[in-house]
């Protein structure tokens, strides 16, 4: 099983601080994904990175896939209440598992 | 379109008995998966079907557990017997591929069960 770690677990912060999550894992993957999960649903597909070194931009979130594909980050840029929500990494390209997710408020 | 469809949304029984859980995946997606989550372990994976079929169920807690999916557009997940320990949120996934494969993966919103 390839474990996801992500830290932090918890991360409180003000409308408009900029903030990053991460995702890292001893193993190689073919490719990653971020989904965002809010209360009482299921989580929701943000991006995949697939090629090391990769960045993608969704409006104020950027994703970087490290270059030797164990690890990604994510970045947000003057954070809204909005993005609050569970953030997840998942693995592809084997026994594909979830990271435990960094849980992010965003206090108005 | 529609999206994954759990039901039902809400389950609340007494330890003991036994847990149907059902999911419609996305029509024409080819994978299903069932996953569990609690704060304290996260979201885990418990099985996973291609076209139908079983591929991986070493997530599959123990015996009390089991999956089936009769056809393309139906699972269950069922418990028995339940136990309190089997309080989480349940979720079926669906997909175009498999875990090995870059496709996203589409959730349903999930049902929350509480075992007394």
Request: charged share 20%; glycine share 10%.
């Given at each position: 099983t390839q474990l996801l770690e992500q830290s932090p677990q918890f991360l409180s912060i003000q409308e408009g601080e900029n903030l990053t999550v991460y995702c890292n894992s001893s193993s190689v993957f073919s490719s990653l994904q971020w989904y965002r999960q809010e209360p009482g649903e299921g989580p929701v597909l943000l991006v995949t990175v697939v090629t090391g070194g990769e960045v993608k931009k969704l409006k104020r979130l950027t994703f970087q896939f490290g270059d030797a594909r164990k690890d990604s980050s994510l970045h947000i840029t003057a954070a809204q209440p909005g993005d609050t929500g569970l953030y997840l990494c998942a693995g592809g390209g084997g026994d594909m598992r979830f990271g435990a997710g960094t849980r992010l408020t965003v206090k108005p | 379109d529609a999206g994954v469809i759990q039901s039902p949304r809400h389950e609340v029984t007494e330890m003991g008995q036994e847990v149907t859980l059902r999911c419609k995946p996305i029509s024409g997606h080819n994978s299903l998966f069932w996953y569990r989550q609690t704060?304290?372990?996260?979201?885990?994976?418990?099985?996973?079907?291609?076209n139908n079929v079983p591929i991986d169920d070493s997530g599959m807690p123990e015996d009390r557990f089991s999956a089936k999916m009769p056809n393309a557009s139906f699972s269950t997940l069922k418990i028995q017997p339940s136990e309190p320990r089997d309080s989480a949120v349940y979720f079926c996934a669906s997909s175009l591929a498999g875990p090995y494969s870059n496709q996203p993966q589409h959730f349903g919103d999930g049902t929350r069960l509480s075992i007394l």
């Amino acid at each position: 099983t390839q474990l996801l770690e992500q830290s932090p677990q918890f991360l409180s912060i003000q409308e408009g601080e900029n903030l990053t999550v991460y995702c890292n894992s001893s193993s190689v993957f073919s490719s990653l994904q971020w989904y965002r999960q809010e209360p009482g649903e299921g989580p929701v597909l943000l991006v995949t990175v697939v090629t090391g070194g990769e960045v993608k931009k969704l409006k104020r979130l950027t994703f970087q896939f490290g270059d030797a594909r164990k690890d990604s980050s994510l970045h947000i840029t003057a954070a809204q209440p909005g993005d609050t929500g569970l953030y997840l990494c998942a693995g592809g390209g084997g026994d594909m598992r979830f990271g435990a997710g960094t849980r992010l408020t965003v206090k108005p | 379109d529609a999206g994954v469809i759990q039901s039902p949304r809400h389950e609340v029984t007494e330890m003991g008995q036994e847990v149907t859980l059902r999911c419609k995946p996305i029509s024409g997606h080819n994978s299903l998966f069932w996953y569990r989550q609690t704060m304290m372990r996260g979201l885990e994976l418990l099985i996973y079907f291609n076209n139908n079929v079983p591929i991986d169920d070493s997530g599959m807690p123990e015996d009390r557990f089991s999956a089936k999916m009769p056809n393309a557009s139906f699972s269950t997940l069922k418990i028995q017997p339940s136990e309190p320990r089997d309080s989480a949120v349940y979720f079926c996934a669906s997909s175009l591929a498999g875990p090995y494969s870059n496709q996203p993966q589409h959730f349903g919103d999930g049902t929350r069960l509480s075992i007394l």
